[in-house]
C-alpha cells in the first residue's frame, strides 16, 4: 500500500494550557475557589527557560503567550503543516508537581475535560493521552475510568522522571485500568522534580537535565521489564515518548546479557527483555539522535531488530528539526508508511474505534 504524510499519525504534540484561568471553568467549585483565594496564575512542569528551543521553536511563538495554546495555532503549524490525518494531544502540565492528592485530582480532572471540550470536540483529526494523578495510584484508575468513556481518549500518560520506579506493583493497578480498555501508556521525558534527573544528584544546566532523560528511560524500562509487567498484562503497549532511541540496541543487549545470568531472581520473566520491547514497548521518532548520514540511521534501525518499534511523531511546539520535513531523510517509503501508519495503528488500537 502506498504512503502519503496526509495518512501519518503524529503520536506526541503538546498543548499547551495558557494558564489557570483557562481550567477554572472545568475545576470543581472548591477547587476554583482555591485557585482564587491563593491567588494561583499558572502551573507549569517545563523546566527549560520559556524562550529557549526546547520549549518552542522561534517560529511556532506566538507574539503573546504561550506556543501552541490555542486550536488554531496547532491547526496551522502542525496538523495543516504536516499533513498529519490524525494527532495525539500529550498535554504536560504541572499536576505531577503538586504534593496534595486531592489538588491534583481535580487539576488533573480540569486538563481532561479542557481538552476534550476545547480540543477533541473541535477538530475530528485530535485523539489524546488522559493525564493521571499519579500522587494518589487510586484517583490515577478513577481518572482513567472516567475518561476511558470517551474513545478519543487513546493512552495514559505517565512521566519519566517521578517517585518510584514504574514497573513497581504500586503502579498495577494504572496498568490493570491501561489494558482493560484498551488504553496504551505513554511515558514522556519529564520529571516531577521531587528527586534529581540523574542517578547521582542534581545537575547544573538545562543540557544536563536534558540529556539524563535518556537514563531515566532505560530505568523505567528495565523496571517494567524486571518487575514483571508485561508477564501481568501481555497486551499492554508502552510507549516511550521524547525518549531518543539511538540508546537501546546497547541497552538491550546490556540487559539481555545480565538477565541470562541472574534470571534466576526474577522467574517470571520467562522471554529475553529484547522479545518483550518488540512486543509490548514502543518509541517515538522525534527526537532522532541519530548521525545526520542515511547509511548510520538505517544501520542504527537495523540493530534494533524490528521495523515495528518506532511510532511518527513531530514532538510540536518543541524545536527538534528545521522546516516543514519532520522525517529523517533517507528514509525508504516503506518504512516511513510503516512509521507513520502501520505501528501506530498497531499500538493504539483505540485509533481503529468509531467516534460518535
Known amino acids: 500500500m502506498s504512503w502519503s504524510p496526509a495518512s501519518s499519525i503524529d503520536c506526541d504534540i503538546h498543548p499547551s494550557v495558557p494558564n489557570l484561568a483557562a481550567l477554572r471553568p472545568y475545576m470543581e467549585e472548591h477547587w476554583r475557589a482555591v485557585v482564587e483565594t491563593r491567588g494561583m496564575d499558572d502551573l507549569n512542569s517545563i523546566s527549560y527557560?520559556?524562550?529557549?528551543?526546547?520549549?518552542?521553536?522561534?517560529?511556532?511563538?506566538?507574539?503573546?503567550?504561550?506556543?501552541?495554546?490555542?486550536?488554531?495555532?496547532?491547526?496551522?503549524?502542525?496538523?495543516?503543516?504536516?499533513?498529519?490525518?490524525?494527532?495525539?494531544?500529550?498535554?504536560?502540565?504541572?499536576?505531577?508537581?503538586?504534593?496534595?492528592?486531592?489538588?491534583?485530582?481535580?487539576?488533573?480532572?480540569?486538563?481532561?475535560?479542557?481538552?476534550?471540550r476545547e480540543w477533541l470536540d473541535r477538530e475530528p483529526r485530535l485523539r489524546a493521552s488522559i493525564v493521571v494523578p499519579v500522587q494518589s495510584v487510586e484517583f490515577a484508575v478513577d481518572e482513567i475510568e472516567r475518561c476511558a468513556a470517551d474513545p478519543r481518549f487513546v493512552q495514559v500518560l505517565l512521566l519519566a522522571g517521578g517517585d518510584h520506579p514504574l514497573g513497581?506493583?504500586?503502579?498495577?493497578?494504572?496498568?490493570?485500568?491501561?489494558?482493560?480498555?484498551?488504553?496504551?501508556?505513554?511515558?514522556?521525558?519529564?520529571?516531577?522534580?521531587?528527586?534529581?534527573?540523574?542517578?547521582v544528584g542534581w545537575p547544573s544546566y538545562y543540557t544536563e537535565d536534558y540529556v539524563a532523560q535518556a537514563q531515566a528511560f532505560q530505568t523505567q524500562l528495565t523496571s517494567l521489564i524486571c518487575e514483571g509487567v508485561f508477564s501481568k498484562y501481555p497486551d499492554l503497549k508502552v510507549v516511550l515518548l521524547e525518549s531518543g532511541w539511538t540508546w537501546l540496541p546497547a541497552h538491550l543487549w546490556?540487559?539481555?546479557?545480565?538477565?541470562?545470568?541472574?534470571?534466576?531472581?526474577?522467574?517470571?520473566?520467562?522471554?529475553?527483555?529484547?522479545?518483550?520491547?518488540?512486543?509490548?514497548?514502543?518509541?517515538?521518532?522525534?527526537?532522532?539522535?541519530?548521525?545526520?548520514?542515511?547509511?548510520?540511521?538505517?544501520?542504527?534501525?537495523?540493530?534494533?531488530?524490528?521495523?515495528?518499534?518506532?511510532?511518527?511523531?513531530?514532538?510540536?511546539?518543541?524545536a527538534q528539526f528545521e522546516g516543514q520535513d519532520p522525517w529523517p531523510a533517507g528514509l525508504p517509503d516503506t518504512l516511513r508508511r510503516k512509521i507513520g501508519v502501520d505501528n501506530p495503528r498497531a499500538t493504539y488500537a483505540r485509533l481503529l474505534e468509531p467516534v460518535a
Open 168 to 199: 513497581k506493583r504500586l503502579y498495577w493497578p494504572i496498568y490493570a485500568a491501561a489494558a482493560r480498555h484498551g488504553l496504551a501508556v505513554g511515558i514522556h521525558a519529564g520529571s516531577n522534580y521531587h528527586n534529581p534527573p540523574t542517578a
Open 254 to 318: 546490556r540487559l539481555t546479557k545480565y538477565w541470562r545470568g541472574l534470571r534466576a531472581e526474577i522467574p517470571w520473566v520467562d522471554r529475553s527483555p529484547v522479545e518483550i520491547v518488540r512486543t509490548n514497548v514502543r518509541l517515538s521518532l522525534t527526537p532522532t539522535d541519530a548521525p545526520p548520514s542515511t547509511d548510520a540511521l538505517l544501520r542504527i534501525l537495523d540493530h534494533m531488530g524490528s521495523d515495528e518499534l518506532l511510532l511518527f511523531s513531530t514532538d510540536y511546539p518543541h
Open 49 to 116: 527557560p520559556a524562550g529557549s528551543p526546547l520549549s518552542a521553536r522561534a517560529d511556532w511563538r506566538p507574539g503573546t503567550g504561550k506556543p501552541a495554546a490555542t486550536l488554531e495555532q496547532v491547526r496551522a503549524q502542525c496538523l495543516d503543516a504536516f499533513g498529519s490525518g490524525t494527532a495525539i494531544l500529550n498535554c504536560l502540565y504541572g499536576v505531577q508537581l503538586l504534593f496534595s492528592e486531592d489538588m491534583a485530582a481535580g487539576y488533573a480532572r480540569a486538563v481532561n475535560d479542557w481538552i476534550a
